[in-house]
């Protein structure tokens, strides 16, 4: 007698269980099993023993059941991964190639994840192709935490290693992370089979312990991987309904076809929560990585680094960054462009070029230091040395100031500025920021050199922003280079020599062309090249 497929189905969904993460499991006696089967089925109890009886031969054969429990007739898996495998066999029986496996080698051994992982992908993806197509053997939780800050979503990298994913698909993922055990609601309301049932895709689950679940899992995760104290939750609230799919997909031994639920969290935080955040941001930056809502649709940052966010493809709430941002120091920084003296005799020049007001404030140069400084952070610009307690949160801004000294300094600096009608520094506890979206160096800062390559046709421009020093770090010199057209390469290359006749007859091509090279004059932190000043053309970027 060969078991029928819906047999071995019933088999399949009546056999032990065993908890991914805690190793909780199932122990059942075979004689339970086989009533089990009848009662499941209504086969006869002949029929019953002799198909669990091949059932039970495949399975040793494979090594999936504990050995020591099989010899006394109780059934019971060696490990998690081991019992994917054998619903995944039953479940494609029709087609799996069997092998004779040595004995333990299901244990979590890392030596034989590879082996392990090979073994049920290769099972699972022959199930797969069956006209059932994919049947879900594992259930996996997931809570997602969308964290927003200057319009750009936190991602946090990946702890499973490359290897063990197909294609690695990316690297950084959602600060989040999967439901387990410790973060279902207390036994006395969940017993340890209930447990088992939320991770069993067979099995229908209470919803209000789905919400107290995954409230927990975001929680948990965000203190572990953000260092986020539980104290400092104002809340977290669901974003939609769960984004629900199915997959083959898995870390290292776990792939199988996974029914995922997964729930994007918007998150407040209450003061300590910010700071904590800021705290590990700036303590461990190569954790982290930062995406627009289109980068994350595209799968890559500017920088390179690659999201896996999958399953934001299948569905969900829109990507946001205003609806998830976390509010940190002043929510309103001063959006007009505006650049930052260079030495205590020159003022401040904010608004549009062109109508630029200016600004004078008694600053000392090492105010004017600091403000050049956090300028370059602000800008993301590469650091070279830190002061004794600072420390910097990348591609946001904010510096850690743990100098009760330093951080007195700043706040007069910035009592002086506000004074003058520029709240140009930003608090939270020790963390300060510049409060400009768009800061450039003045032209004290910045030099230049053109070179004529082509008597006249073609030209050259090095511009560089110089080593900025100051008594809370040093950011590097800043270089870039261009290619100019004609036009404005002569007029520039001509008031370089003191010739101002060039610029003078092609005034307005010069200014059309400079708003062409926006972006490289951006990149270095410069407004402009040539200015008019009562109508007479200049060099705005020094020799």
């Known amino acids: 007698?060969?078991?029928?497929?819906?047999?071995?189905?019933?088999?399949?969904?009546?056999?032990?269980?065993?908890?991914?993460?805690?190793?909780?499991?199932?122990?059942?006696?075979?004689?339970?099993?086989?009533?089990?089967?009848?009662?499941?089925?209504?086969?006869?109890s002949e029929e019953a023993r002799t198909a669990l009886g091949i059932v039970r031969r495949m399975l040793q054969a494979l090594s999936v059941l504990d050995e020591s429990r099989l010899?006394?007739?109780?059934?019971?898996?060696?490990?998690?991964?081991?019992?994917?495998?054998?619903?995944?066999?039953?479940?494609?029986?029709?087609?799996?190639?069997?092998?004779?496996?040595?004995?333990?080698?299901w244990n979590a051994s890392e030596y034989l994840v590879d082996r392990q992982r090979a073994l049920i992908k290769r099972s699972e993806e022959l199930r797969a192709a069956l006209p059932a197509g994919l049947v879900p053997i594992r259930r996996v939780w997931v809570s997602w935490a969308w964290i927003a800050l200057d319009g750009k979503f936190l991602m946090v990298r990946r702890e499973d290693p490359a290897p063990h994913r197909d294609g690695s698909r990316g690297q950084f993922?959602?600060?989040?992370?999967?439901?387990?055990?410790?973060?279902?609601?207390?036994?006395?309301?969940?017993t340890p089979s209930q447990c088992l049932d939320f991770f069993d895709p067979n099995m229908e689950i209470d919803p209000s312990h789905i919400r107290y679940a995954f409230s927990q899992a975001v929680r948990r995760e965000l203190r572990e991987e953000l260092e986020i104290p539980n104290n400092a939750f104002e809340a977290e609230i669901p974003v939609g309904e769960p984004i629900h799919y199915i997959a083959l997909e898995g870390a290292k031994s776990a792939y199988s076809a996974t029914e995922y639920h997964i729930q994007p969290f918007k998150v407040a935080l209450k003061d300590a929560?910010?700071?904590?955040?800021?705290?590990?941001?700036?303590?461990?930056?190569?954790?982290f990585a930062w995406f627009t809502a289109e980068e994350l649709a595209a799968g890559a940052n500017a920088a390179?680094?690659?999201?896996?966010?999958?399953?934001?493809?299948?569905?969900?709430?829109?990507?946001?960054?205003?609806?998830?941002?976390?509010?940190?120091?002043?929510?309103?920084?001063?959006k007009d462009p505006i650049d930052i003296p260079g030495k205590p005799s020159e003022p401040f020049a904010v608004g549009i070029a062109g109508r630029e007001r200016q600004v004078h404030v008694d600053l000392d140069d090492d105010e004017i230091k600091q403000l050049n400084w956090l300028a370059a952070v602000r800008r993301g610009d590469d650091i070279e040395e830190l002061a004794i307690g600072v420390s910097i949160v990348s591609s946001t801004g904010w510096a850690l100031i743990e100098n009760d000294h330093a951080l007195a300094e700043l706040r007069t600096l910035a009592a002086k500025l506000d004074a003058a009608g520029l709240p140009l520094l930003d608090?939270?506890?020790?963390?300060?920021?510049?409060?400009?979206?768009?800061?450039?160096?003045?032209?004290?800062?910045?030099?230049?050199?053109?070179?004529?390559?082509?008597?006249?046709?073609?030209?050259r421009l090095n511009l560089s922003?110089?080593?900025?020093?100051?008594?809370?770090?040093?950011?590097?010199?800043?270089?870039?280079?261009?290619?100019?057209?004609?036009?404005?390469?002569?007029?520039?290359?001509?008031?370089?020599?003191?010739?101002?006749?060039?610029?003078?007859?092609?005034?307005?091509?010069?200014?059309?062309?400079?708003?062409?090279?926006?972006?490289?004059?951006?990149?270095i932190g410069a407004r402009l090249l040539v200015r008019q000043v009562d109508g007479v053309p200049e060099l705005a970027v020094g020799r």
């Open 71 to 105: 010899s006394s007739d109780v059934w019971a898996f060696a490990s998690f991964p081991a019992s994917l495998m054998a619903r995944s066999v039953l479940g494609g029986l029709g087609v799996a190639e069997f092998r004779l496996l040595e004995p333990g080698f």
């Open 427 to 459: 608090f939270h506890d020790r963390a300060v920021r510049l409060n400009a979206l768009t800061p450039y160096f003045s032209r004290s800062s910045l030099s230049m050199e053109i070179q004529d390559e082509r008597r006249g046709k073609s030209y």
């Open 465 to 523: 922003r110089h080593r900025l020093q100051s008594p809370l770090g040093i950011a590097s010199t800043k270089e870039a280079s261009v290619y100019l057209p004609e036009v404005l390469g002569n007029a520039i290359y001509s008031l370089d020599q003191g010739d101002l006749q060039p610029a003078l007859d092609n005034i307005e091509s010069v200014k059309r062309m400079q708003r062409e090279i926006r972006g490289f004059l951006d990149s």
């Open 1 to 44: 007698m060969h078991p029928t497929p819906d047999l071995l189905t019933a088999i399949s969904r009546l056999l032990p269980r065993i908890a991914e993460e805690s190793g909780d499991r199932e122990e059942i006696p075979e004689a339970e099993l086989i009533q089990r089967l009848i009662d499941a089925t209504s086969v006869g």
């Open 173 to 190: 993922v959602f600060p989040g992370g999967r439901v387990c055990n410790e973060d279902l609601p207390e036994l006395e309301y969940l």
């Open 273 to 287: 929560g910010k700071t904590a955040l800021l705290r590990c941001l700036a303590a461990h930056p190569e954790r």
């Open 304 to 334: 390179g680094a690659k999201a896996f966010v999958d399953a934001i493809r299948q569905g969900g709430p829109a990507l946001d960054p205003d609806a998830f941002a976390i509010p940190i120091g002043n929510t309103f920084p001063l």
